[in-house]
């Protein structure tokens, strides 16, 4: 976990007249030219890593994003959690604290994850076929053939999330 402590300025270590920053990474004394500061922590330039692909973010951009514990660089990001803070079906932006719904990648305001067909809202635990961008419930499934098989069925029940813009 990254600074258990939650204190808003990290600790200072002693070395005579001189104060050196400790990293939230490693632990140790930063003395080196460049450190970072991000998530209220102070870090080297070396200790401040991608949780997914272990990129070191000063290195490769000047932000990094923040989300479940986990700092991310910006395609892990987009990667893990979408990449648009819009919602897929009316196109308005979805705040930070909202709950949202996904399917195949897509982001939906709770009151907009809804059947083509009924209108009727998919909660979680529902089934239902997502077809060429649209949702729709087990009642009004297609029957057709699409692209020569049928689509296949949500098996797992789907839970919201939170979503970051």
């Known amino acids: 976990m990254v600074n258990p402590g939650g204190s ?8 005579g007249s001189l104060y050196w920053k400790r990293c939230a990474g490693c632990g140790g004394k930063i003395s080196d030219r460049f450190l970072l500061y991000t998530m209220d922590s102070y870090w080297h330039s070396r200790c401040l890593k991608c949780s997914c692909c272990q990129a070191q973010l000063g290195e490769i951009g000047t932000s990094c994003y923040t989300k479940r514990g986990m700092i991310l660089c910006r395609n892990d990001y987009i990667r893990l959690f979408g990449n648009s803070g819009a919602c897929s079906a009316c196109g308005q932006s979805i705040p930070a604290s909202e709950l949202v719904m996904r399917a195949q990648g897509q982001v939906y305001h709770l009151k907009c994850f809804t059947c083509s067909t009924c209108r009727n809202r998919l909660v979680p635990g529902d089934r239902f076929h997502y077809i060429n961008g649209s ?16 689509s296949s069925l949500q098996t797992n029940p789907l839970l919201p999330d939170q979503k970051v813009c």
């Open 8 to 15: 808003s300025q990290p600790p200072l270590v002693g070395a």
């Open 135 to 150: 949702l729709f419930c087990e009642h009004d499934r297609p029957t057709a053939l699409i692209n020569g098989h049928l």
